[in-house]
């Protein structure tokens, strides 16, 4: 995995679910394969970096959780933003997506580093874990 930050990108901070939608909707809405995008924010929901996407099939993506740790280190990022799309058009989580996330939020916890939302799209609408009660 790589982490990209364009120069229009330094400082966004994504405070909000919306504010992460409008960073990760140009990247993930309307594409064929399911594709992971990963933000790394500092305390204040400023951006870091963003992990290059990673893309998986039209049933899925492994999560690479090993990658996205080492990347939230490096960066020293205190929290990640997951998202990603679902091909099919339904933004519902899938009890993949659930177990993944679960997974991912426990190496992460070991390092103090929270997932502050994992993001869903699909069909042009977006699900979010924090607000469906998920994380």
Not at 20 to 37: D, G
């Amino acid at each position: 995995m790589a982490v990209i930050l364009l120069p229009e990108q330094a400082g966004t901070v994504l405070g909000s679910s919306a504010d992460a939608i409008m960073l990760f909707a140009p990247l993930l809405e309307n594409l064929t394969s399911e594709v992971l995008q990963i933000a790394h924010v500092d305390p204040a929901g400023a951006l870091l970096g963003l992990s290059e996407a990673i893309i998986g099939d039209q049933d899925g993506v492994d999560l690479p959780i090993r990658g996205i740790v080492r990347d939230a280190v490096l960066l020293d990022a205190s929290g990640v933003i997951l998202a990603h799309n679902h091909p099919s058009g339904d933004p519902t989580p899938s009890r993949a997506d659930l177990g993944a996330t679960r997974r991912l939020g426990t190496a992460l916890r070991a390092l103090d580093i929270r997932i502050v939302d994992h993001l869903v799209c699909g069909g042009g609408h977006w699900r979010s874990f924090r607000a469906l009660g998920l994380l």
